[in-house]
């Protein structure tokens, strides 16, 4: 896959956060000089607020040292796909020892991270939310028969009522457990992406009783 964001910056520290973050998602990139060149396939060029001057390209974010680097890297996935909000963002959930999440903007994987508390899921879900602007907002949880019920509570209470909660069966979720046997939270964010795309039973939401 061809880089379409280019990273163009001499800060260690804004590289270090930002390639991080890039790398997380599977997300291509070019590491580069503020004053290089931009290829023709860079659509993106993240840089920093005091270098930004030097980048000659029409789309240039600028990392600030307190902007967390997940939400540049939204802005920049964002502009590449041509929009400023998402119609519909769902979150996926694994849930297990280790909680799989993965975040999909119109169908296309936007973010995936792990969590080792239903209490983490909440607040990372509320963050999630918050930094992707959307009219419809899901939430689709795995039905492990240990984990699901507290979680599904503590979503219910802290979710607006406009979001919908689903619950979805995990069957076949796990087939990546072979080739990622050493590598559990990686196994846990894919089978969450899974639970994303599925269709699942609506939660009766209290709140919206």
């Known amino acids: ?15 270090y956060k930002l390639v991080n973050e890039l790398k997380s998602r599977g997300l291509a990139f070019l590491s580069l000089k503020p004053w290089d060149s931009m290829p023709l396939d860079i659509e993106v060029v993240i840089t920093t607020e005091k270098e930004h001057n030097l980048v000659k390209h029409p789309k240039v974010l600028f990392y600030e040292d307190n902007v ?21 963002v769902v979150v996926g959930i694994d ?5 799989g999440v993965a975040i999909l903007g119109d169908g296309n994987v936007i973010e995936t ?31 492990a028969p240990i984990y699901t019920k507290e979680l599904l509570h503590l979503l219910d209470d802290a979710l607006p009522e406009n979001v919908t909660i689903e619950v979805v069966s995990e069957a076949g979720t796990s087939h990546f457990a072979r080739d990622t046997t050493h590598r559990r939270g ?8 899974l639970i994303a795309g599925r269709k699942g039973q609506f939660y009766s939401r209290r709140k919206g009783r």
């Open 186 to 193: 990686i196994r846990d964010m894919m089978s969450a992406a």
């Open 95 to 99: 849930p297990g020892e280790t909680f």
């Open 68 to 88: 967390d680097s997940a939400i540049i890297i939204d802005e920049a996935v964002r502009l590449i796909q041509g929009k400023k909000n998402y119609e519909r």
């Open 113 to 143: 991270f792990s969590c080792s508390s239903s209490e983490e899921i909440v607040k990372a879900i509320l963050q999630a939310f918050g930094k992707t602007p959307t009219s419809i907002n899901v939430v689709k949880v795995g039905d």
């Open 1 to 15: 896959m061809k880089a379409k964001i280019a990273v163009a910056t001499v800060s260690g520290k804004a590289y």
